[in-house]
């Protein structure tokens, strides 16, 4: 199947690929177009008698089409949906010899960031570690800064270190190239607000503007929203920041800004960016109220129990972080039960 999928529904396979990037399109609309593609590759199968099942991908497969110049963003997005119909413990083995051959750690990288986008993810959060996460995340060579990563990974979901061990993860994450990241804002997300405010500034002593900024929207503090909001004609290209606005509030943002004007701003529209700024200084103060003391991923509390009718309204990206944090706090949680215990 994994060839039909790249020879036949390349073109359905990078609109999936990028509306799960993007921070206006959920999750439910990404697994109706996956549902499509599915159905199309089925009839693919059928009219050129190929068998109709699904295996685990070849690795000399995977080898080959990376040689023949196969985009890799379309061999990852078509081993994600063939992963969606096979059994977790296959998809488990699967990347764990993904991640022992050295000519498919590029795409290895690709895959298990996509693994975190499937409707699907929270059952494989479970069976990947953080140190394959910062494997697929980050993009530093730096040797120094790897050989880091086992000892101070375990700070990323640890609320109770001290401020000085905080920032020691936090400048870990920033020299991994890991400003904007699902592992950035499981980090945030498990800190109280005084440590926030902490990270925060040091953040503003030693990192750029918008990486300031990223870094506060990803706490989930709605109340620091005006704050960057002050701050978007001071950024070259805000587009980050308009996706982590949307990804913090969710269709609450429509409340303060035009959805029209949000995803013109997101695509990078000078004006549009000018009228977001705008329109979200003028009706912030009629819901603050309602707003500022609430802390929010995609427009959810931190501790809510969704349904998988409200998790499928997420896109797919928040619904990654919820993911992260829902099952990092149910461990920590586990941990400290038994530390009671005991």
């Not at 497969?61 to 063939?82: G, H, K, R, T």
């Not at 969606?84 to 498919?104: D, G, H, T, W």
């Not at 795409?107 to 996460?133: F, G």
């Not at 890991?178 to 503003?204: C, D, K, R």
Request: with cysteine; hydrophobic share 45%; aromatic share 8%.
């Amino acid at each position: 199947m994994l060839s039909i999928y790249l020879s036949d529904h390349q073109a359905q396979l990078m609109r999936i690929s990028d509306a799960q990037r993007c921070p206006f399109t959920s999750v439910g609309y990404v697994k109706t177009q996956q549902k499509r593609l599915l159905e199309s590759c089925w009839l693919t199968a059928k009219k050129k008698q190929i068998a109709q099942r699904f295996t685990q991908p070849n690795l000399e497969q995977l080898v080959s089409l990376l040689n023949d110049d196969i985009s890799p963003a379309a061999i990852s997005q078509a081993c994600i949906e063939i992963m969606a119909n096979l059994p977790q413990n296959i998809n488990l083995v699967f990347i764990n010899n993904l991640l022992k051959e050295p000519s498919l750690h590029s795409a290895a990288k690709l895959i298990i960031r996509k693994v975190l986008l499937q409707q699907h993810s929270y059952n494989l959060i479970a069976l990947i570690d953080l140190q394959t996460l910062y494997f697929a995340f980050s993009t530093s060579q730096n040797p120094a800064v790897q050989t880091l990563a086992k000892s101070e990974l375990t700070i990323l979901v640890d609320s109770q270190s001290d401020i000085k061990n905080l920032i020691t993860g936090f400048n870990f994450l920033c020299q991994s190239e890991l400003v904007n990241s699902p592992l950035m804002s499981l980090f945030l997300l498990s800190l109280s607000w005084e440590q926030v405010n902490a990270i925060g500034n040091h953040a503003s002593r030693n990192l750029p503007t918008v990486d300031v900024l990223q870094v506060l929207l990803q706490s989930g503090f709605v109340k620091l929203l005006p704050l960057v909001n002050a701050s978007l004609n001071k950024i070259e290209n805000p587009s980050s920041l308009i996706a982590l606005m949307r990804r913090m509030l969710g269709d609450k943002l429509d409340l303060l800004v035009d959805f029209e004007t949000q995803i013109s701003a997101w695509h990078g529209e000078q004006q549009a960016c000018a009228d977001f700024k705008q329109q979200l200084q003028l009706n912030w103060p009629k819901y603050e109220e309602q707003l500022a003391s609430l802390r929010l991923i995609a427009g959810n509390a931190l501790n809510a129990k969704l349904n998988a009718i409200e998790i499928s309204a997420m896109d797919c990206y928040s619904q990654a972080v919820f993911n992260l944090y829902r099952y990092y706090q149910h461990l920590t949680a586990k941990k400290l039960n038994a530390g009671v215990s005991a």
